[in-house]
Nanobody, 129 residues
Framework: QLQLVESGGGLVQPGGSLRLSCAAS????????IGWFRQAPGKEREGVSC????????YYSDSVKGRFTVSRDNAKNTVHLQMNSLKPEDSAVYYC??????????????????????RGKGTLVTVSS
């Protein structure tokens, strides 16, 4: 079965940290660009980060730049999103997706479905005191 599975979400206090993981099964992540996007209740999806297949380029949205770090471990077929200095406005369901390009994240009008071959079911992050 070809799938992406996110893990690592949970409840954290403001200022805290979480590390999300995105694990692939049934296919190799090596050649894919891996994006992270989030969706809060009643809000549009927001592209948070996207890392190229060769680690050569990484996109971060302005809202998370300097606080979130994406990394990939192709040997373990996994991508991680380290989230530090979390804020209540970071609360959302976080999804990872395997794309053929990060173009949709960089574009002035985001198109997060662009080049998407697989996506996970999401993991909930709640930042609250």
């Amino acid at each position: 079965q070809l799938q992406l599975v996110e893990s690592g979400g949970g409840l954290v206090q403001p200022g805290g940290s979480l590390r999300l993981s995105c694990a692939a099964s049934g296919f190799a992540l090596d050649y894919y660009y891996i994006g992270w996007f989030r969706q809060a209740p009643g809000k549009e999806r927001e592209g948070v980060s996207c890392i190229s297949s060769d680690h050569g380029s990484v996109y971060y949205s302005d809202s998370v730049k300097g606080r979130f770090t994406v990394s990939r471990d192709n040997a373990k077929n996994t991508v991680h999103l380290q989230m530090n200095s979390l804020k209540p406005e970071d609360s959302a369901v976080y999804y990872c997706a395997a794309h053929t390009s990060c173009w949709g994240y960089y574009n002035d009008i985001p198109n997060l479905d662009y080049g998407m071959d697989y996506r996970g079911k999401g993991t909930l992050v709640t930042v609250s005191s």
